[in-house]
């Protein structure tokens, strides 16, 4: 679901303000050479050339993993916040084990904390929500706007940060396993006169599909996206009344506390995937593969094994999915660690404890 990142300005003196914005104009990173990089909607900003000191701001999950696919995790000067202390983002401690440290360089419900971030001095702020990238550029950060809504995105993005980050060859390497991968799964699919089921990945509190990406993944998958309606705003909402009348064979939900509520609600008693077992969750690494995370090929491949196995007998999941992480990421995890993983993530971990048995490696 879109969520707006807002700019909370501290109650702050005006000398302390200026103070702070004459100690990030004179920083180092201010007198570096600089170059024109145009965010995605188009919007020149002026950054160095060489980027150290990088701020997620907003969706921090969801831009943490495109760091993570182009090996510049450790670029990251900011955590989590609050909500990462909880077990289900602990795989983000894997792939950037620092972050457990780091301040969060954000309030409460993620609105920007200007103060905070004015000290922290970043090279450049990175987030999706374009007013939050405009009011920040006022305020005299670097800030860049990174839009996801259509499946090519996410390879614009990850070139994006390639050419900002100085590495392109990490950008290069994940925009061809994004296509191997999808290429194979419509290789499968291809001239096999395939059913296609009708496929339903919902928040069951609210009965919302949160993600216009998600009628691209079940599509690719070889699946019929019941609200795929063609509609261009990020979000879909619904009753229960058209959720009965759907009636769709699989019920995808991001985690398994819902998916014990979708089996145990009377609600959902006589919705034909609930009759015949077909309620799954989505994997969960940096991000519930489900949403908008550079993890979502590997979406493609698992959502297209569970809606037609007998395409994807050969396909080991666990070695797969290790593969991508070793490979593109720069972390190995245990087969214990991807098998949580697929079964929906972590519930409860400490970010000390995920971090103890992956072996981070650094990606040219």
Not at 200 to 208: H, I
Not at 227 to 248: C, I, K, V
Not at 278 to 295: D, F, K, M, Q
């Amino acid at each position: 679901m879109r969520t707006s990142t807002l700019i909370r300005i501290p109650t702050m003196r005006l000398p302390s303000l200026l103070l702070l914005l004459s100690l990030l104009l004179a920083s180092p990173g201010h007198a570096a050479d600089m170059h024109i990089v145009h965010d995605m909607a188009g919007d020149a900003v002026s950054v160095p050339v060489h980027v150290d000191r990088v701020v997620t701001l907003g969706a921090t999950p969801v831009i943490n993993s495109l760091l993570f696919a182009v090996g510049a995790g450790d670029r990251i000067i900011n955590g989590l916040g609050t909500f990462g202390r909880q077990g289900r983002w602990n795989y983000q401690y894997s792939f950037a084990p620092r972050l457990a440290s780091l301040p969060p360089l954000a309030n409460l419900d993620r609105s920007a904390n200007l103060e905070a971030l004015l000290q922290a001095a970043p090279d450049v702020v990175l987030t999706m929500d374009r007013s939050t990238a405009q009011s920040l550029r006022r305020a005299g950060l670097l800030a860049l706007y990174m839009a996801w809504r259509q499946p090519e995105d996410v390879k614009v993005v990850v070139n994006l940060l390639g050419d900002l980050l100085e590495r392109p060859v990490a950008a290069a390497r994940y925009t061809a396993r994004f296509d191997s991968l999808l290429d194979e799964v419509g290789d499968r699919l291809r001239g096999k006169n395939i059913r296609r089921p009708s496929v339903l990945y919902f928040s069951p509190k609210t009965l919302t599909q949160p993600h216009l990406i998600v009628e691209w993944w079940i599509r690719a998958a070889g699946g019929e996206s019941v609200t795929d309606n063609h509609r261009r705003t990020e979000s879909y909402s619904f009753g229960m009344e058209q959720l009965l009348a759907w009636n769709p064979q699989f019920l995808i939900v991001s985690s398994p506390e819902e998916a014990v509520g979708v089996r145990t609600d009377p609600r959902f008693a006589k919705l034909r995937a609930v009759r015949e077992g077909h309620v799954l969750i989505a994997p969960c690494g940096a991000h519930t593969w489900g949403n908008r995370t550079s993890e979502q090929p590997l979406m493609v491949l698992w959502a297209a094994q569970q809606f037609h196995p007998s395409l994807f007998t050969d396909v080991d999941m666990i070695e797969r999915s290790q593969r991508f992480y070793r490979e593109i990421y720069g972390t190995t995890l245990t087969h214990a660690q991807v098998a949580e993983i697929l079964a929906g993530g972590p519930r409860r971990a400490t970010p000390t404890q995920q971090t103890q048995t992956a072996t981070q490696g650094v990606m040219p």
